[in-house]
């Protein structure tokens, strides 16, 4: 039968990556005869400019009668954000989105491609024993959805922001991990500041609990003060990464780091229902939108994420996964990822060059 996806380019580098991960999309599905049905819609600055929000009802629905959505990236020029066009276009955008669908994991697969290993800001000697994490951030609780309050008390200025969490919503992203650290190496670090926060000794207590269904899934605790050093010094020794949604905010980031550039990570937000939104976690880079230069991979691979995650399109997935290694194993590199004196190719090039492996 065939599936909907929604695709929402939003901003900046957005619609120009998009346009090429959907060129691998079309090769890859029609080879297998499987067909997507693609509609496009309006998101950020982009849908702002047509119908006054960054989030419209009418992009809503088509999501709504969606089996996926393909996001781009939302969001202006740094210097422009306190225009109408751009005030809180990342929150009323992405924020929006998350809350509609009740989107409550967010899945960031971090891996450091041994033929990039001159953009990783880390040693070789500590990168070589392989870096493969899975951060796993739960997205719809603690300090980002409490009561926010800001008031004055004894003349000074105050602000609180209530960190929450129900024993359902750990239940909830814990099984997640649980289950994807089966289908990779059976480990799961939980992250939590269990030695301070109430919230993080409920997370604990939960996390265990679960632990007791999946008795072939190592799981370890870590503090995350610990966990932002340990991603430094010992990436390896992590498989995934399950952790709070203020902490998975700061930690996915760190780990980002990792493989060098933005332009190589996917992302994937999912709800309990299964259904799923992938983008690349990066911004829409307007330093370099329009200039035909911006890595495509992430949003590539947020297209390989897609078909694993929604249709079960495995095979598919891992074909598009391998011929982006075997692309970069080639020499093929966009600005962002290229070591000095490297031939330096476009987005468009970089797809031709991805394209030519599957
Ligand atoms: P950014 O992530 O857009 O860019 C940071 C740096 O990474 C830039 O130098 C950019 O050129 C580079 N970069 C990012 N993706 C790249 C790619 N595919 N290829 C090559 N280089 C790439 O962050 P920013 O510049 O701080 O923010 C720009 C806008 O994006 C802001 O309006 C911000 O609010 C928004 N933003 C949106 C999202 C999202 O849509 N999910 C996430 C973060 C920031």
Known sequence: MEKTIAVLAGDGIGPEVMAQALRVLKHVTERNGQTFRTVEALIGGAAF????????EETREICERSDAILFGSVGGPVAELHLEKWKDCEVNALLGIRKTFRFNANFRPVKVFP?????????????????????????NGDLYFGE???FERDGMRVAT???????EQVRSVAHTAFQAARKRRNKVTSVDKANVLHTSKLWREVVRE???????????????????MQIIRNPSQFD????????????????AVLPGSLGLLASASLNADGFGLYEPPGGSAQDIAGKGVANPIAQILS???????????????????QAVGKALLGGARTGDIAAPGDPVIGTVEMTDSILSHL
């Open 49 to 56: 400019e047509v119908h006054g929000k960054h989030f419209p």
């Open 115 to 139: 033929e990039l290993m001159h953009i990783c800001p880390l040693r070789e000697e500590v990168v070589n024993r392989g870096v493969d994490i899975l951060f796993i951030r739960e997205l």
């Open 148 to 150: 926010k309050k800001r």
């Open 161 to 167: 922001d209530l960190a929450e969490y129900s024993e």
């Open 210 to 228: 679960v632990a007791k269904e999946y008795p072939d899934v190592v799981l370890e605790d870590m503090l995350v003060d610990n966990c932002a």
């Open 240 to 255: 995934v990464i399950l952790t709070t949604n203020m902490f998975g905010d700061i930690l996915s980031d760190a780990g």
């Open 303 to 321: 297209v390989a994420m897609m078909l694993r995650f929604s249709f079960s399109l495995i095979e598919e997935a891992e074909r598009i996964e």
